[in-house]
C-alpha cells in the first residue's frame, strides 16, 4: 500500500507536508512494516525517523508529513 499525496497511492494524504509517494506500508511474513520513499520531510515511527523499512507494531503513532495514524485490529 502506497501512502502520498498523489491520487494513485492507495491511501491519499493531502497536506503540503506530504510527499507525492511518500511511504510505503507492506506485510511482511505476517508483520505490517513501513518503508519511507525518500520523502523530503521523512517518516517516523514512535518519534523516529525511519531510514530503513520497519516493523510497525499496532497501536504505535506513524506521522506522514502533518498526518499521524496507528494500525489497530
Known amino acids: 500500500m502506497t501512502i ?5 497511492s492507495s ?6 507536508y506530504t510527499s507525492t509517494h511518500h ?12 518503508q519511507d520513499l525518500d520523502s523530503t520531510n ?3 515511527l ?6 530503513v523499512p ?3 507494531p499496532l497501536n504505535t503513532t506513524v506521522k506522514i ?3 499521524s495514524f496507528e494500525l489497530r485490529r
Open 11 to 16: 491511501l491519499v494524504i493531502r497536506d503540503d
Open 23 to 34: 511511504a510505503r506500508l507492506m506485510l511482511w511474513n505476517d508483520k505490517w512494516m513501513i
Open 4 to 8: 502520498g499525496r498523489s491520487a494513485d
Open 46 to 51: 514512535a518519534g523516529v525517523r525511519l531510514a
Open 42 to 44: 521523512g517518516t517516523f
Open 54 to 56: 520497519t516493523p510497525v
Open 65 to 67: 508529513g502533518a498526518t
